[in-house]
T-cell receptor
Framework: AQKITQTQPGMFVQEKEAVTLDCTYDTSDQSYGLFWYKQPSSGEMIFLIYQGSYDEQNATEGRYSLNFQKARKSANLVISASQLGDSAMYFCAMRPTNFGNEKLTFGTGTRLTIIP | ETGVTQTPRHLVMGMTNKKSLKCEQHLGHNAMYWYKQSAKKPLELMFVYNFKEQTENNSVPSRFSPECPNSSHLFLHLHTLQPEDSALYLC??????????????FGPGTRLTVL
């Protein structure tokens, strides 16, 4: 079984500052993938970034980067130069990468508010 | 239309009504999913279809009945629901391939209220 823990229910950050959203996970699988999604108030879950458990380098996608520390089982999302449009719920998720297993396990999310 | 679409976006129904939620994906994917998002709870996976075959039913009550006529369409038929079924219902799709990068892409969701 997998478990995702997001310990920050809410965060307030000044516009243009960098922000780190915490995510720790627990799994007995050797091979797994970690995902971050953004959910604006409109409801749609928007895929942001992916990190494989065997990837040696931290994933980056534009202003998003994933600080992956495998030994600590953490996969924190870093957003650089925050913008007002970054205000949303952010969810960390994971899934094993075994054949035929598609189940994503989500955390409870962090509500990020960017202050002008 | 692009990505994953869901209709209706909002639905209010009584406990004795029968209604259906529709999901359509325009990404050429083979796997489709229904999730339930209740307030202050993590997303709960309900059903998974891979190549039109149901591969997972996450102990969902029978008042929720999924249907997947083809790889592009997924329905969730609702009947005799309870007020606690009020939630945001999200549909997602993915390529359905084994391996970690089988990213799921979500639709905008249907906000369901059961009176």
């Amino acid at each position: 079984a997998q478990k995702i823990t997001q310990t920050q229910p809410g965060m307030f950050v000044q516009e243009k500052e960098a922000v780190t959203l915490d995510c720790t996970y627990d799994t007995s699988d050797q091979s797994y993938g970690l995902f971050w999604y953004k959910q604006p108030s409109s409801g749609e879950m928007i895929f942001l970034i992916y990190q494989g458990s065997y990837d040696e380098q931290n994933a980056t996608e534009g202003r998003y980067s994933l600080n992956f520390q495998k030994a600590r089982k953490s996969a924190n999302l870093v957003i650089s130069a925050s913008q007002l449009g970054d205000s949303a719920m952010y969810f960390c998720a994971m899934r094993p990468t075994n054949f035929g297993n598609e189940k994503l396990t989500f955390g409870t999310g962090t509500r990020l508010t960017i202050i002008p | 239309e692009t990505g994953v679409t869901q209709t209706p976006r909002h639905l209010v129904m009584g406990m004795t009504n029968k209604k259906s939620l529709k999901c359509e994906q325009h990404l050429g994917h083979n796997a489709m999913y229904w999730y339930k998002q209740s307030a202050k709870k993590p997303l709960e996976l309900m059903f998974v279809y891979n190549f039109k075959e149901q591969t997972e039913n996450n102990s969902v009550p029978s008042r929720f009945s999924p249907e997947c006529p083809n790889s592009s369409h997924l329905f969730l038929h609702l009947h005799t629901l309870q007020p606690e079924d009020s939630a945001l219902y999200l549909c997602a799709s993915s390529q359905g391939l084994a391996g970690g990068t089988d990213t799921q892409y979500f639709g905008p969701g249907t906000r369901l209220t059961v009176l």
